[in-house]
């Protein structure tokens, strides 16, 4: 067993441990954007849900000057793979959207969430 298959493990591991700290979420990834040039309106393209889990480990209070709300979360990043800004999280009925991508590499992707 390579040390890449022990780390995943052990990632998946993690996210099973943390029982309902890591909560089921809902991942919409549109893999792009379309421009109608009669209407003048974008178009997203080939969305695709999955179930992932979601570890929320930073919530901010709301901006007044921007009406946000923030939340810093750590996905699994071999579930979630490519995330980009068209993608969305739902999260007990709520659409956050994804906003910087904070850190990812091999295992892990820490991401800002916003709404």
Request: proline share 1%; with cysteine.
């Amino acid at each position: 067993m390579s040390y890449k298959n022990l780390i995943g493990k052990n990632i998946k591991l993690a996210f099973t441990l943390c029982k309902d700290l890591a909560d089921d979420v809902t991942l919409t990834q549109v893999s792009g954007t379309s421009f109608d040039f009669n209407s003048g309106l974008t178009t997203e393209v080939e969305e695709a849900d999955k179930v992932v889990k979601m570890l929320i480990y930073e919530v901010a209070a709301m901006s007044k000057e921007t009406n946000t709300t923030r939340q810093k979360v750590i996905f699994n990043t071999s579930e979630v793979l490519d995330l980009n800004k068209y993608s969305t999280v739902t999260h007990n009925a709520v659409v956050w959207k994804i906003g910087p991508i904070i850190s990812t590499d091999r295992f892990v992707t820490l991401a800002e969430l916003y709404r």
